[in-house]
């Protein structure tokens, strides 16, 4: 305390701000008062105010400062940005203040010196100990390490004399853990401060001289373009630009007084900058830069619009998508589209199923040389198109560029190759549909790495992402007053925020926990979350750029749909996203028997030949198992046994005869994983189903809120769904065929 007292000079006003910020923490702080109170008025119908509080962050965060403040005293509050490295992380000298410089060469010849005279001593009495390494390295370590010597001198002679210390292993400067800054002393930065006015300003009164200059202001009316041209120091504002890939494109403004020589001057500086970049991060189909600062409005979140999935909010999202391209699947084509955001650096996906853009009528030319397909007035009205895609980026943009980030229309071959033209309702704010246009199904689907690739059982994700698929792209009978029938058309909107928003590395620690006994929502609070920390503001500004402004949402998370509704996305009706075993469970144990004899039964060579023949027989169609329509599809366990062994089998694979195939184990231990029916959750697969996943689903109904109907031990579950909630419609109709959905 003493030490940090000397380092310190009296308290400031900015120590009481501090103090204040970090003592108050249940109220407002008081540096954002803005977002504090819009948010506390417009949210707080909806969450209690002990969550409003809980979600607000302190600007700092205390557990930083009290590990800074408790590092030592040559640690102040204007040096918390520090790390502890190796030496080989920080060796730019030029960092290191002379006087510190100074200091460490002294150090270094001390200890040479003690360490020649004092032949025979203790190793750690010869080893030249750099009591702060970092000194040497360059770093900032050291910000006050002159004070530090001048505050300590006893301890040093101490040290040095008398007492008799304890040899201890060597450790080298390079292995040894040290502080690193990454921030200049104050002193420092304050002077680079002042440097940069003062060069701001001699720049400045330059420039008014040579501007009254006639030669000059001759030569300014020259070169008007000059003046729109940019210059480096100016802030940039949160932007598309930003992001990770756009760097090279950043342009700012240049004051239209500066003369040409400075504008170059600054160019060059840009460029330099620029080269810097790093490679990885570079796209070459960014957009030019004169068009990287457009953005439609009507992709970003409404203006003044309050949501509920950010407290503290950030400015309105815009989104743009970089890439679209045509995925077979086993449901049907889907057009995956990657966007990008304002708000963060992730890829988020939104996958198209749209029936309008990819039919038979694709890749017919009309007279005028332009696509038969766009002149019809229902892929107008209604093709899920992004706008920020069929854009034209820039003058200089071909259409092969276009093409190749995916702005092209019908479907794409080696003799069809047109770039897209915006839709005419792109020009529109807020197109107007068809009177008897059905909103499109959407899915709001989150990352779940552990469940869509290995097929975990302790969540339905892996399942939900496939059903969200089969759903949408299946045919539907549509509302009484619409057409009848319908194709599938909606979008999965793929958000990257794994784990329900805490991200992968504390989802895994949650399921350790829950391996401990806990349920996920208490897993979660204990690792110092909420329940569920997602936001969908960028989910709903995709859907925006999409075109689509009302949906029908597949969800059971009545939190979904109300984020959707803030954003300024009508929900115009909730479908419930039912669990397969919970869905098709009856039926399921109706079959078991039957699949008992089966599975249980050791499989023998001329069964497993016979099976395997079966597999390899079925077409296409009848592997898919939203499409089956034959008596055996009833059981989805034949249904996801076929498709899968279709998926695996090659057809050099394949058994010519019942006797080629005998006395191979590993074949049959194959068969018997296609036997298998939980855990299959890859696309187009089966039902997922375990006892953690009833816990999952259980949880999710029972603590989180979500619209879904338990079922009962005697296996009520069927039907029971669409009792209990309204208003709610399968767009595949169970009562018509339940068994199609598996
Ligand atoms: N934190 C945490 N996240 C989980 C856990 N299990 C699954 N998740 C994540 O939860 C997300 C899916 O959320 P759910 O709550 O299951 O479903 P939902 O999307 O909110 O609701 P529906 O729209 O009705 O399906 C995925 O991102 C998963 O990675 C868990 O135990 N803990």
Same mark, same amino acid.
């Given at each position: 305390?003493?030490?940090?007292?000397?380092?310190?000079?009296?308290?400031?006003?900015? !120590?009481?701000?501090?103090?204040?910020?970090?003592?108050?923490?249940?109220?407002?702080?008081?540096?954002?008062?803005?977002?504090?109170?819009?948010?506390?008025?417009?949210?707080?119908?909806?969450?209690?105010?002990?969550?409003?509080?809980?979600?607000?962050?302190?600007?700092?965060?205390?557990?930083?400062?009290? +590990?800074?403040?408790?590092?030592?005293?040559?640690?102040?509050?204007?040096?918390?940005?520090?790390?502890?490295?190796?030496?080989?992380?920080?060796?730019?000298?030029?960092?290191?203040?002379?006087?510190?410089?100074?200091?460490?060469?002294?150090?270094?010849?001390?200890?040479?010196?003690?360490?020649? *005279?004092?032949?025979? *001593?203790?190793?750690?009495?010869?080893?030249?100990?750099?009591?702060?390494?970092?000194?040497?390295?360059?770093?900032?370590?050291?910000?006050?390490?002159?004070?530090?010597?001048?505050?300590?001198?006893?301890?040093?002679?101490?040290?040095?004399?008398?007492?008799?210390?304890?040899?201890?292993?060597?450790?080298?400067?390079?292995?040894?853990?040290?502080?690193?800054?990454?921030?200049? /002393?104050?002193?420092?930065?304050?002077?680079?401060?002042?440097?940069?006015?003062?060069?701001?300003?001699?720049?400045?009164?330059? +420039? =008014?001289?040579?501007?009254?200059?006639?030669?000059?202001?001759?030569?300014?009316? =020259?070169?008007?373009?000059?003046? =729109?041209?940019?210059?480096?120091?100016?802030?940039?504002?949160?932007?598309?630009?930003?992001?990770?890939?756009?760097?090279?494109?950043?342009?700012?403004?240049?004051?239209?007084?500066? /003369?040409?020589?400075?504008?170059?001057?600054?160019?060059?500086?840009?460029?330099?900058?620029?080269?810097?970049?790093?490679?990885?991060?570079?796209?070459?189909?960014?957009?030019?830069? %004169?068009?990287?600062?457009?953005?439609?409005?009507?992709?970003?979140? /409404?203006?003044?619009?309050?949501?509920?999935?950010?407290?503290?909010?950030?400015?309105?999202?815009?989104?743009?998508?970089?890439?679209?391209?045509?995925?077979?699947?086993?449901?049907?084509?889907?057009?995956?589209?990657?966007?990008?955001?304002?708000? !963060?650096?992730?890829?988020?996906?939104?996958?198209?199923?749209?029936?309008?853009?990819? !039919?038979?009528?694709? *890749?017919?030319?009309? /007279?005028?040389?332009?696509?038969?397909?766009?002149?019809?007035?229902?892929?107008?009205?209604? +093709?899920?198109?992004?706008?920020?895609?069929?854009?034209?980026?820039?003058?200089?943009?071909?259409? $092969?560029?276009?093409?190749?980030?995916?702005?092209?229309?019908?479907?794409?071959?080696?003799?069809?190759?047109?770039?897209?033209?915006?839709?005419?309702?792109?020009?529109?704010?807020?197109?107007?549909?068809?009177?008897?246009?059905?909103?499109?199904?959407?899915?709001?689907?989150?990352?779940?790495?552990?469940?869509?690739?290995?097929?975990?059982?302790?969540?339905?994700?892996? #399942?939900?992402?496939?059903?969200?698929?089969?759903?949408?792209?299946?045919?539907?009978?549509?509302?009484?007053?619409?057409?009848?029938?319908?194709?599938?058309?909606?979008?999965?909107?793929?958000?990257?925020?794994?784990?329900?928003?805490?991200?992968?590395?504390?989802?895994?620690?949650?399921?350790?926990?829950?391996?401990?006994?806990?349920?996920?929502?208490?897993?979660?609070?204990?690792?110092?979350?909420?329940? !569920? +920390?997602?936001?969908?503001?960028?989910?709903?500004?995709?859907?925006?750029?999409?075109?689509?402004?009302?949906?029908?949402?597949?969800?059971?998370?009545?939190?979904?749909?109300?984020?959707?509704?803030?954003?300024?996305?009508?929900?115009?009706?909730?479908?419930?996203?039912?669990?397969?075993?919970?869905?098709?469970?009856?039926?399921?144990?109706?079959?078991?028997?039957?699949?008992?004899?089966?599975?249980?039964?050791?499989?023998?060579?001329?069964?497993?030949?016979?099976?395997?023949?079966?597999?390899?027989?079925?077409?296409?169609?009848?592997?898919?198992?939203?499409?089956?329509?034959?008596?055996?599809?009833?059981?989805?366990?034949?249904?996801?046994?076929?498709?899968?062994?279709?998926?695996?089998?090659?057809?050099?694979?394949?058994?010519?005869?019942?006797?080629?195939?005998?006395?191979?184990?590993?074949?049959?231990?194959?068969?018997?994983?296609?036997?298998?029916?939980?855990?299959?959750? $890859?696309?187009?697969?089966?039902?997922?189903?375990?006892?953690?996943? %009833?816990?999952?689903?259980?949880?999710?109904?029972?603590?989180?809120?979500?619209?879904? *109907?338990?079922?009962?031990?005697?296996?009520?579950?069927?039907?029971? #769904?669409?009792?209990?909630?309204?208003?709610?419609?399968?767009?595949?109709?169970?009562?018509?065929?339940?068994?199609?959905?598996?």
């Amino acid at each position: 305390m003493m030490q940090a007292a000397n380092s310190h000079s009296a308290v400031t006003q900015g !120590d009481l701000e501090l103090l204040d910020a970090l003592t108050s923490m249940s109220t407002s702080f008081p540096h954002q008062p803005s977002y504090a109170s819009s948010s506390a008025s417009s949210s707080s119908k909806l969450r209690p105010l002990s969550t409003l509080n809980a979600l607000r962050r302190p600007p700092i965060d205390p557990m930083v400062l009290a +590990a800074s403040l408790s590092s030592g005293p040559h640690v102040t509050r204007h040096h918390f940005h520090h790390s502890f490295g190796s030496h080989a992380h920080t060796s730019n000298s030029q960092q290191m203040p002379a006087s510190q410089r100074k200091a460490a060469a002294a150090a270094a010849s001390a200890a040479d010196a003690k360490g020649s *005279t004092s032949a025979g *001593t203790s190793s750690r009495a010869q080893q030249p100990r750099s009591r702060r390494p970092s000194a040497a390295s360059g770093s900032y370590a050291n910000c006050d390490f002159d004070d530090f010597d001048d505050v300590i001198p006893s301890r040093n002679a101490a040290s040095s004399s008398a007492i008799e210390i304890e040899p201890v292993p060597e450790v080298t400067d390079e292995e040894r853990a040290y502080y690193a800054s990454r921030q200049a /002393p104050r002193s420092v930065r304050l002077q680079q401060q002042k440097d940069l006015e003062q060069k701001r300003a001699q720049a400045q009164a330059g +420039a =008014t001289r040579q501007a009254s200059s006639p030669d000059v202001t001759a030569k300014s009316q =020259t070169q008007p373009q000059a003046s =729109t041209i940019r210059a480096s120091d100016e802030p940039l504002q949160p932007s598309l630009l930003n992001q990770p890939g756009n760097q090279a494109s950043k342009t700012v403004l240049v004051p239209p007084s500066l /003369p040409a020589d400075k504008i170059a001057a600054a160019l060059d500086e840009r460029k330099a900058a620029l080269t810097a970049v790093s490679a990885p991060t570079h796209i070459p189909l960014t957009p030019a830069a %004169e068009t990287l600062s457009y953005m439609p409005p009507q992709v970003g979140t /409404p203006a003044g619009r309050a949501s509920i999935s950010s407290i503290v909010r950030p400015p309105p999202v815009r989104v743009r998508c970089y890439a679209r391209t045509r995925v077979p699947t086993p449901h049907g084509e889907v057009f995956c589209h990657l966007y990008k955001n304002t708000h !963060d650096t992730k890829e988020h996906l939104a996958l198209v199923i749209d029936p309008y853009q990819n !039919d038979e009528g694709s *890749t017919t030319m009309g /007279p005028d040389g332009r696509p038969v397909k766009e002149s019809d007035a229902v892929y107008q009205e209604q +093709a899920l198109r992004s706008k920020s895609l069929d854009e034209v980026w820039g003058p200089s943009e071909t259409d $092969m560029e276009r093409i190749v980030r995916g702005a092209y229309v019908g479907r794409l071959g080696p003799s069809f190759q047109v770039a897209s033209r915006p839709l005419a309702r792109h020009g529109q704010a807020g197109g107007k549909s068809a009177d008897d246009e059905i909103a499109p199904l959407v899915r709001i689907h989150s990352e779940c790495f552990t469940g869509e690739t290995i097929g975990s059982q302790r969540c339905d994700c892996g #399942e939900q992402l496939d059903e969200a698929i089969r759903l949408i792209s299946e045919a539907y009978v549509s509302r009484p007053s619409a057409q009848p029938q319908k194709l599938g058309r909606g979008v999965i909107v793929y958000l990257r925020q794994e784990g329900r928003g805490i991200g992968l590395l504390d989802k895994l620690m949650a399921y350790n926990l829950q391996d401990m006994g806990h349920d996920t929502v208490s897993a979660n609070i204990l690792l110092g979350h909420l329940p !569920d +920390a997602r936001k969908y503001d960028i989910a709903s500004a995709i859907l925006r750029d999409l075109g689509v402004d009302e949906c029908r949402l597949l969800t059971n998370n009545p939190e979904k749909m109300e984020a959707l509704e803030a954003e300024g996305v009508r929900v115009v009706e909730r479908v419930g996203m039912v669990p397969r075993v919970w869905k098709f469970g009856k039926r399921l144990r109706r079959k078991k028997g039957k699949k008992r004899t089966t599975a249980s039964r050791p499989v023998k060579m001329g069964a497993r030949a016979s099976l395997l023949r079966q597999i390899s027989a079925n077409g296409l169609e009848g592997s898919v198992i939203s499409q089956a329509g034959t008596e055996s599809d009833d059981d989805p366990t034949s249904a996801g046994l076929r498709h899968q062994g279709e998926d695996m089998l090659q057809p050099h694979d394949r058994p010519e005869s019942d006797d080629e195939d005998s006395g191979d184990d590993s074949d049959d231990s194959y068969i018997d994983h296609v036997l298998r029916r939980s855990g299959t959750t $890859m696309i187009g697969a089966s039902i997922t189903k375990g006892p953690e996943l %009833e816990k999952y689903l259980r949880t999710k109904v029972e603590r989180m809120g979500h619209l879904l *109907t338990v079922p009962t031990e005697e296996g009520g579950e069927e039907g029971k #769904e669409g009792e209990a909630e309204t208003p709610v419609s399968q767009p595949n109709t169970d009562d018509e065929g339940e068994a199609a959905a598996v």
